[in-house]
């Protein structure tokens, strides 16, 4: 497998100042608007079929070449999230409390990068389909495309999504067969006791002392009803009372966050999850009501496909910097939506030594771009050849 090792000239320079204007423009999940306007501007300029509004503001490019049968899809999210961005480079975001703090102006500028640099080369035959998804964040988007009938549209055999990755070196590639990214499942318990005064306690039923002992109860899921070698995670995120200072509340609301890696462990979280908190509800006298909701597929890469992404990656970039067999991360992309309907794989690209995702000082790494754009355009030729 030979991969191209230089972009034609200009075109990098191009990739950063489409991706510093999209940075400096971002929109929320399904509000992306003039991203939509401006991807879809750039496939055109690249001689691709443009097709828009897929799943809301979704825009997919497909390059056809010759009468190949075979045919490879790729993501790419638009959307930014509400964090204020605390950065001083020229082009942070004209915005006020929204940015893109998860790097998908650097995702977007990549893949259309590829797409530049397939358009222009030549030695495959088939169909490339790159898929430009609203509403990744909150996790509607794949779902939105799917249900707008992306794959009986846009037929292919499979499909590949990478996501940047600050702590690992620059230009360094992760991959592995099976779960990378965990599924995420949301909770809301609303206990419900006797509001009374603070000094009277026993005229009432203490929702506080009945919501923390939940809180704490909860922690014994993961370490007590699971398998130790099975990832899990509970995560109790927001604790609300309708209480004052001296008024012991009627209710208290718990929200939270699970994540896992199977459906089976999603299932005996959540069974858990209402034997515990009705059982000391009723101990204390209280109810308890409880929503329970799975927002995120788990991310499983197809083992062929996960291979593949390893090889092509070392064509580019070296074998020394490619692991095959990274460890999964417990954050969630609704992409394995996906690939519960097709082949593919997930990667990561190194960001380098960053600030973390979804922080406010978090910067895209301009270095990264050009590697990327070779991998996809090579990831297609290999596919097509």
């Known amino acids: 497998m030979i991969a191209a090792q230089h972009m034609p000239d200009g075109l990098l320079a191009r990739m950063k100042t489409w991706r510093h204007h999209l940075h400096q423009r971002p929109e929320l999940g399904n509000q992306e608007y003039e991203t939509a306007d401006f991807v879809a501007q750039v496939l055109s300029e690249a001689g691709l079929d443009v097709h828009r509004g897929i799943g809301g503001n979704g825009v997919v490019g497909v390059l056809r070449r010759g009468s190949g049968s075979k045919a490879i899809g790729f993501r790419a999210e638009l959307d930014g999230l509400p964090i204020a961005e605390d950065v001083t480079h020229g082009h ?93 499942d949301n909770f809301s318990l609303r206990v419900i006791g006797k509001g009374t005064h603070a000094a009277m306690p026993q005229s009432g039923i203490d929702a506080i002392t009945t919501a923390a002992e939940i809180v704490t109860a909860l922690q014994t899921i993961v370490s007590r009803s699971l398998d130790p070698l099975t990832p899990a995670v509970v995560s109790v995120t927001d604790f609300v009372t309708d209480g004052g200072r001296n008024i012991l509340p009627e209710q208290v609301t718990l929200t939270g966050d699970v994540r896992s890696y199977r459906p089976e462990v999603s299932r005996i979280i959540e069974t858990s999850m209402r034997r515990i908190s009705e ?53 969630s992309d609704d992409f394995g939506l996906f690939l519960e309907r097709r082949p593919g794989a997930y990667c990561f690209l190194g960001n380098g030594d960053s600030a973390p995702l979804h922080n406010p000082s978090y910067a895209f790494n301009d270095g990264i771009l050009e590697t990327g754009a070779l991998f996809w355009a090579n990831l297609a030729k290999a596919h097509l050849q």
């Open 92 to 184: 942070r975001s004209l915005h006020r409390g929204r940015m893109h703090a998860c790097g998908h102006d650097g995702h977007m500028a990549m893949l259309l990068g590829g797409a530049h640099l397939l358009a222009v080369q030549d030695g495959f035959e088939g169909t490339a389909v790159f898929v430009f998804q609203p509403d990744e964040e909150q996790g509607t988007g794949a779902r939105a495309m799917i249900a707008d009938d992306l794959f009986g549209r846009f037929p292919v055999d499979a499909i590949f999504a990478i996501h940047n990755l600050p702590g690992l070196a620059a230009g360094h590639f992760a991959v592995r067969q099976g779960p990378i990214m965990a599924s995420e």
């Open 279 to 331: 059982s000391i509800c009723a101990a204390h006298g209280a109810t308890c009501i409880m929503e329970y909701s799975r927002e995120f597929s788990a991310t499983c890469n197809t083992r062929a496909e996960a291979i593949f992404v390893q090889k092509v990656a070392e064509s580019v970039v070296g074998a020394g910097l490619v692991d095959g067999d990274c460890s999964p991360l417990m954050a």
